[in-house]
């Protein structure tokens, strides 16, 4: 069958192909690249599909599309299946429960881990993904987690807190009412 078809290709389509091979971002343009390349050099389609541990039918599908549609056929169609339930809404909840204290949301804690979140996620959306869903698309939207730093400042009193700054520099300045100083932490034995 190889014999009717010719995959010569013109000098343009050689230019395309080689600057796809060479520069294409994507490793599944480039490698159909060099295979629409091998049949311009003559190799059948099986002897391509086995140099590119791919199947004679594949090499005879990418050679297809690239005739119809050029280098814009040899990248990856949409896969079917379901939708994502992360949808554009869900990411701009995600976005705006990151930026906002939890308290401030009505709740007793002040930092978001992956589980409380992806509960108050679920009351404002109604979609609860699994941990592993919800880690992955934390990743992808690169968000990344990070220890806090416990720091209750925002729950003391100032006044007293200044009140016990000033004591401990009192303390540090007046010599000791309890004990001798000594310069020494050595002793001999009485």
């Known amino acids: 069958m190889s014999r009717l078809i010719d995959f010569t290709l013109n000098d343009e389509h050689l230019v395309d192909i080689e600057r796809a091979i060479n520069h294409a971002a994507q490793a599944e343009v480039r490698q159909r690249a060099i295979a629409i390349r091998l049949l311009h050099l003559g190799h059948a389609p099986e002897a391509a599909a086995e140099m590119l541990a791919v199947a004679p039918s594949t090499i005879w599908n990418w050679h297809r599309r690239y005739r119809a549609e050029g280098i814009n056929g040899l990248t990856n169609r949409a896969k079917s299946g379901r939708p994502a339930k992360a949808d554009d809404h869900y990411l701009a909840e995600v976005e705006r429960a990151l930026d906002t204290d939890a308290r401030e949301l009505g709740y007793a804690f002040s930092v978001w ?60 300045k007046s010599p000791s009412q309890t004990m001798p100083s000594s310069s020494s932490l050595w002793m001999k034995r009485a």
Do not use: C, M
């Open 113 to 172: 881990t992956i589980n409380k979140l992806r509960k108050h996620l679920e009351k404002q959306t109604g979609i609860l993904l699994s941990y592993t869903r919800f880690r992955a698309l934390l990743s992808k939207q690169e968000y990344v987690y990070r220890q806090p730093k416990h720091d209750l400042s925002d729950l003391q009193d100032a006044d007293a807190k200044a009140a016990a700054e000033d004591f401990l520099e009192w303390l540090k």
